[in-house]
Nanobody, 123 residues
Framework: QVQLVESGGGLVQAGGSLRLSCAAS????????VGWFRQAPGKEREFVAA????????YYADSVKGRFTISRDNAKNTVDLQMNSLKPEDTAVYLC????????????????WGQGTQVTVSS
């Protein structure tokens, strides 16, 4: 079993940056792809980014491509999300999750989830 804890959220002005971190417990964490999702009030949870277990492949939603960067450090059991040029529409709770099977873009493909960290971008 894997437990995930997100951190790094906060309040930032539009155009600013934040770096989110997802810390995992469990010896097998490094063997799984990991994704970040976000959920704004009243909206469906949506895919943000994912990274393969070997770090060689990354995937992004069109809405964040070129602004967000996902990375991981398997020695530290962490996956980070660097968010630059933030917009008010990026405001949401951000959650990390361990990919189990299927498309990286669907939340049903993920097995373990963290509790999330709030990101608020003011205009």
């Amino acid at each position: 079993q894997v437990q995930l804890v997100e951190s790094g959220g906060g309040l930032v002005q539009a155009g600013g940056s934040l770096r989110l971190s997802c810390a995992a417990s469990g010896r097998t964490f490094s063997t799984y792809p990991v994704g970040w999702f976000r959920q704004a009030p009243g909206k469906e949870r949506e895919f943000v980014a994912a990274i393969s277990s070997n770090v060689l492949s990354t995937y992004y939603a069109d809405s964040v491509k070129g602004r967000f960067t996902i990375s991981r450090d398997n020695a530290k059991n962490t996956v980070d999300l660097q968010m630059n040029s933030l917009k008010p529409e990026d405001t949401a709770v951000y959650l990390c999750a361990v990919h189990y099977s299927g498309s990286y873009y669907y939340q049903s493909s993920y097995e373990y989830w963290g509790q999330g960290t709030q990101v608020t971008v003011s205009s």
